[in-house]
């Protein structure tokens, strides 16, 4: 048998005996490197996690003419346009969207004035599919419209004195017939706008294929928001490329605070975790002074006796981090599964996190008792003392 | 004697009592640290989720065009029932201006505004208001107008006049002229960016809309949404009213706020507020799962400690039986002497964890926290049961154990 | 003539105030069976350890195996001793977890390679080929003694040294050990240093010294008879 064999061996000869005080400290490596890992885990699908949460703020970009101006208002507050409109071209901007490549929600937008009543009125023209997708948080009162039918804001619709079931005649360039079928809340420019069909609103302008506005919510990528707008921007020359900035960097910071927090509870979880390793193990040592006074006697080296306690440690510590990482990976899905209603993705690497930090605190917690091995004298520890 | 006993025990092992004592002033440490950071978390994440911007608007109820707010109404805000959950608040005035710089010229937006105002309230805390604290994502490029005459201008707007910090932009409204002294450039991304944002009195003045307000955006703290908050007050039985009237949903803070400002209507901004309710309670969620698993471990760590530690002196309790010392006896030694590390442990404990509580919420959230008083007696309580409940299996394993099988070796 | 295995000139140990072993001259010739004699405090241990290379002197000089011990480091020490040292301790100091053959194992360990045919022929040399596989806490007193003993001489040391190992043993299992441990010295050849405060132990020694508060007070030569 060779000396490599007999060392390990040996340790497991040693572990095993004092099996109480091995599953103790097996169980404060296993909770700490599992601590460890299941926040790792957390916090790295955190961003997935926050930002598929904050899609529910809505776009994050935006695709406007080079040459309009911005509808007016300011975080939901609008004023209606102030000067001549321009429009890009729908077909243009689908187009440079496949070849982005961008995985993102799109919704593009119309604008146009048309007369209700003895009133000119803002129309939007929009797919209402896109809408429920990019705009979560309307709140209809009443049912989305079928074919030849409007939602009206909630604004508008007291202004003019109209509600659900109304039949609304706009008149432009050609009429459109409508019945509301809902009206919408939502604190922002909506309140003031009746929406229709997108194809319907260009026909009755005469801006076929034409759009006023793009609106895109980003799923979280590869890139940063920033690159796929500018991206974006190469293959969409006469138009601006703009992120939203009030979705978009409020979140980078809303995640940052989160993983810190994360972060600083492991860390001070971890100083717990390593006194303790310590404190058990220097008692450890403690107890085993007549073991270790012997094989000084029978001529093992300070360093070859202090190799066998460090191979302990390293067995506990392994060991610890094979039930960490599997137990850590447990409570990071439940969590996952629990509070945002996904599964946590299954990160093998997170082992390595695992091993790094119960190797850690084993091995930190050996040095205590490594230098305690080191300095006994065999002599009093053999009568006794 | 039994006090003798225990002086005796402690400083005969100075370095065995020191480790165990330290291991429960760490475990009381770390609960007294989450523990007291678990109460501010959910606080101190609604406030970070205010960054995105004011949850409820007020418009002037008269019809488009023609009603105003009062400005004199602006720190009633303050005083309201839910004046604590509100964050901030933030005036505007608009009108539609021609704007000259040098040889060019826009058609544009101008709004009067504050930006860092000290609003002082008689019988309130003295607060900060404006843009500046209500929409953290402004980029602006220079600085925030301090002067009557300054301003900043909307990115795109800058643009197309041609100016930068340092330039003069000419508005003229309503026959007035008022030439601002532009000292910043804003990126939001949003319609900011075809605005120029002047000091809400300047701009009252240029309008001749003096006292006068358009809009007013409010941050408010509020509770998610359910289906009794979505209700109709109208429709409320007087009971229900009450309920409603005293949660804070958004609903709720906004009909408040619109209470004091004469002739507004409130809404709520439901693209912020809806948004905001889900993601507090996941985040929430999130962070007391960790914590209870935070909190588990620093306990099993200090279990063990002491588990160690006391079977390390099985030899100690073989010789106390030897001596004549019955079981009873030999378990009220040890107890006490749980008891009295455990005491000062978890005051030590208590006290550093406190200090903790504070360097973790200072280093994530920029705020301080104070430790609830009910904290001190908890963490003293929960050291000794972590220690007694550490110490229990070895202690009754030793005592069970004939003295001679341990002293013999 | 024998060669010399130990010499010391003026051998001293203290411990603070205390001298545990006064200046001390003695020369110990290989082969010999030296027994030390003296009541429990009159050093006859310190002597021992110091010659086993365990202890370090205060003073004075010691040479084992024509070798310096003052030379030595403490590693040096230890490795002095696996070579040349096998120790018999009154308490057997053996590894609890460990069965009788690992405990011989553990002193190849520490010497080369363990070797687990060898160490199972040692243990059988000494009578215990049928509890291979038992742990200390399986064992009688004498037998636990007599793997201590296969397990000072696997390494086929010069020098043997014994700390009262009968102390603990009753009447029959000091005779068996004895009697093993002079059929050992036979065969192999080695210097056995024997401390005792037990009269009778002291009769299988060639030679016995008796020591009385750190100092050499008597000499015996065994007389053949």
């Given amino acids: 048998m060779n000396r490599r064999r007999w060392l390990i061996h040996l340790v497991l000869r040693a572990l095993a005996y004092r099996k109480g005080r091995t599953l103790l400290l097996l169980a404060v490596l296993a909770m700490a490197s599992s601590l460890a890992t299941a926040l790792g885990i957390v916090s790295s699908s955190m961003e997935k996690r926050v930002a598929e949460e904050v899609r529910k703020y809505g776009a994050n970009l935006v695709i406007f003419p080079e040459s309009a101006r911005l509808d007016i208002g300011s975080g939901g507050l609008n004023f209606g346009v102030v000067s001549e409109p321009a429009y890009l071209q729908q077909s243009i901007v689908e187009d440079a969207l496949i070849k982005s490549e961008l995985k993102a929600e799109v919704s593009f937008h119309l604008r146009g004035a048309l007369h209700l009543k003895d009133a000119d009125i803002m129309v939007e023209g929009v797919n209402f599919n896109d809408i429920k997708r990019l705009f979560p948080w309307w709140q209809l009162k009443g049912n989305w419209p079928a074919a030849g039918e409007t939602v009206i804001g909630n604004d508008l619709a007291s202004r003019m004195k109209l509600k659900t079931g109304d039949i609304v005649e706009l008149g432009g360039g050609n009429k459109m017939r409508l019945r509301i079928s809902g009206i919408v809340a939502s604190g922002g420019e909506e309140d003031g706008l009746l929406f229709v069909a997108l194809p319907e609103l260009q026909q009755t302008l005469d801006l076929g294929g034409k759009i006023s506005l793009v609106r895109l919510m980003v799923t979280a990528g590869g890139n940063t928001l920033k690159t796929s707008a500018s991206d974006l921007q190469k293959l969409l020359p006469a138009a601006k490329v703009t992120e939203v900035r009030q979705t978009a960097r409020t979140s980078e910071g809303l995640l940052a605070k989160v993983k810190l927090l994360m972060f600083m509870v492991t860390a001070v979880v971890l100083v717990s975790a390593g006194s303790s390793v310590a404190g058990t193990m220097s008692t450890t040592v403690l107890e085993r002074s007549r073991e270790i006074g012997l094989m000084k006697a029978m001529g093992g080296t300070r360093w070859e006796v202090m190799l066998i306690f460090c191979g302990e440690a390293t067995l506990l510590g392994v060991l610890g981090a094979i039930a960490g990482y599997v137990f850590g990976s447990v409570i990071a899905q439940f969590i996952t599964k629990t509070v945002f209603s996904a599964s946590a993705d299954i990160i093998p690497w997170f082992a390595g996190i695992s091993l790094g930090v119960s190797l850690f605190l084993a091995l930190l917690g050996s040095v205590g008792p490594m230098i305690s091995v080191f300095k006994l004298d065999p002599v009093r520890s053999l009568r006794g003392e | 004697m039994l006090f003798r006993i225990l002086k005796n025990s402690f400083l005969k092992r100075p370095k065995a009592v020191l480790l165990v004592f330290l291991s429960i002033a760490m475990g009381a440490a770390v609960a007294t640290a989450f523990l007291g950071i678990a109460g501010e978390i959910s606080h101190k994440m609604a406030l970070e989720l205010r960054s995105y911007g004011a949850n409820i608007l007020l418009e002037p109820s008269a019809v488009e065009g023609g009603g105003f707010l009062r400005e004199e109404d602006l720190p009633k805000i303050k005083t309201v029932f839910w004046k604590y959950n509100i964050t901030g608040f933030n005036p505007y005035l608009f009108g539609v201006a021609e704007f000259s710089a040098g040889d060019k010229k826009e058609r544009g937006v101008v709004s009067g505004s504050w930006f860092t105002k000290q609003l002082v309230v008689p019988g309130e805390e003295m607060s900060v208001q404006?843009?500046?604290?209500?929409?953290?994502?402004?980029?602006?490029?220079?600085?925030?107008?301090?002067?009557?005459?300054?301003?900043?201008?909307?990115?795109?707007?800058?643009?197309?006049?041609?100016?930068?910090?340092?330039?003069?932009?000419?508005?003229?409204?309503?026959?007035?002229?008022?030439?601002?002294?532009?000292?910043?450039?804003?990126?939001?991304?949003?319609?900011?960016?075809?605005?120029?944002?002047?000091?809400?009195?300047?701009?009252?003045?240029?309008?001749?809309?003096?006292?006068?307000?358009?809009?007013?955006?409010?941050?408010?703290?509020?509770?998610?949404?359910?289906?009794?908050?979505?209700?109709?007050?109208?429709?409320?039985?007087?009971?229900?009213?009450?309920?409603?009237?005293?949660?804070?949903?958004?609903?709720?803070?906004?009909?408040?706020?619109?209470?004091?400002?004469?002739?507004?209507?409130?809404?709520?901004?439901?693209?912020?507020?809806?948004?905001?309710?889900?993601?507090?309670?996941?985040?929430?969620?999130?962070?007391?799962?960790?914590?209870?698993?935070?909190?588990?471990?620093?306990?099993?760590?200090?279990?063990?400690?002491?588990?160690?530690?006391?079977?390390?002196?099985?030899?100690?309790?073989?010789?106390?039986?030897?001596?004549?010392?019955?079981?009873?006896?030999?378990?009220?030694?040890?107890?006490?002497?749980?008891?009295?590390?455990?005491?000062?442990?978890?005051?030590?404990?208590?006290?550093?964890?406190?200090?903790?509580?504070?360097?973790?919420?200072?280093?994530?959230?920029?705020?301080?926290?104070?430790?609830?008083?009910?904290?001190?007696?908890?963490?003293?309580?929960s050291a000794f049961m972590v220690a007694l409940a550490g110490s229990i299996a070895p202690l009754r394993r030793a005592l069970i154990i004939e003295p001679v099988k341990v002293l013999k070796g | 003539m024998s060669s010399i295995i130990i010499e010391t000139s003026g051998l001293t140990r203290n411990y603070g105030d205390i001298c545990a072993l006064k200046p001390l001259d003695l020369v110990v010739p290989e082969g010999e069976w030296l027994t030390v004699m003296g009541h429990s405090g009159s050093g006859k241990s310190t002597f021992m350890n110091l010659v086993g290379g365990l202890d370090r002197p205060s003073a004075g000089s010691l040479r084992v195996g024509g070798k310096d011990l003052l030379a030595f480091t403490e590693d040096g020490l230890a490795r002095f001793r696996r070579e040349f040292v096998g120790i018999i301790f009154q308490q057997h100091h053996l590894v609890p977890y460990l069965t009788a053959v690992e405990n011989v194992m553990l002193a190849q360990y520490f010497h080369s390679v363990p070797d687990e045919a060898e160490a199972r022929s040692a243990l059988e040399r000494v009578g215990l080929g049928h509890r291979l596989k038992n742990r200390p806490g399986e064992l009688s007193g004498g037998e636990q003694q007599r793997v201590c003993i296969a397990r000072a001489i696997i390494n086929s040391p010069k020098l043997l040294l014994g700390d009262e190992p009968t102390g603990n043993l009753d009447h029959k299992s000091t005779v068996m050990v004895m009697e093993l441990l002079k059929e050992l010295r036979a065969e192999e050849k080695f210097t056995v240093i024997m401390v005792t405060h037990n009269q009778e132990v002291a009769g299988w020694g060639d030679r016995t010294i008796y020591l009385d508060d750190g100092m050499l007070v008597r000499e015996e030569r065994k007389v053949e008879a």
């Fill in chain 2, 130 to 381: 404006g843009i500046k604290g209500i929409a953290p994502w402004w980029e602006v490029q220079g600085r925030w107008p301090e002067d009557a005459d300054e301003a900043i201008i909307g990115a795109a707007l800058a643009r197309r006049l041609n100016v930068s910090p340092g330039g003069d932009v000419t508005a003229a409204a309503r026959g007035q002229n008022q030439k601002f002294r532009i000292v910043g450039v804003v990126t939001t991304g949003g319609y900011e960016e075809e605005q120029l944002f002047a000091p809400l009195v300047t701009v009252q003045s240029l309008l001749q809309q003096q006292g006068k307000v358009s809009r007013v955006q409010v941050s408010a703290l509020t509770v998610p949404m359910d289906d009794f908050g979505k209700k109709d007050p109208s429709t409320m039985s007087k009971e229900e009213y009450e309920k409603w009237y005293c949660t804070a949903y958004v609903t709720s803070v906004a009909k408040n706020v619109e209470e004091v400002m004469a002739g507004s209507r409130a809404k709520p901004i439901w693209q912020i507020a809806s948004a905001e309710g889900a993601l507090l309670k996941k985040l929430n969620g999130a962070m007391l799962f960790l914590t209870i698993l935070a909190l588990c471990a620093s306990a099993t760590a200090v279990s063990t400690s002491l588990m160690a530690s006391m079977a390390e002196r099985s030899k100690e309790i073989a010789l106390m039986k030897a001596v004549g010392a019955d079981r009873f006896q030999i378990g009220t030694i040890f107890i006490g002497e749980i008891l009295i590390i455990s005491f000062a442990g978890g005051i030590i404990g208590y006290f550093l964890g406190d200090q903790l509580a504070g360097i973790i919420s200072r280093t994530v959230f920029n705020s301080a926290v104070t430790s609830p008083l009910w904290l001190f007696p908890t963490a003293i309580i």
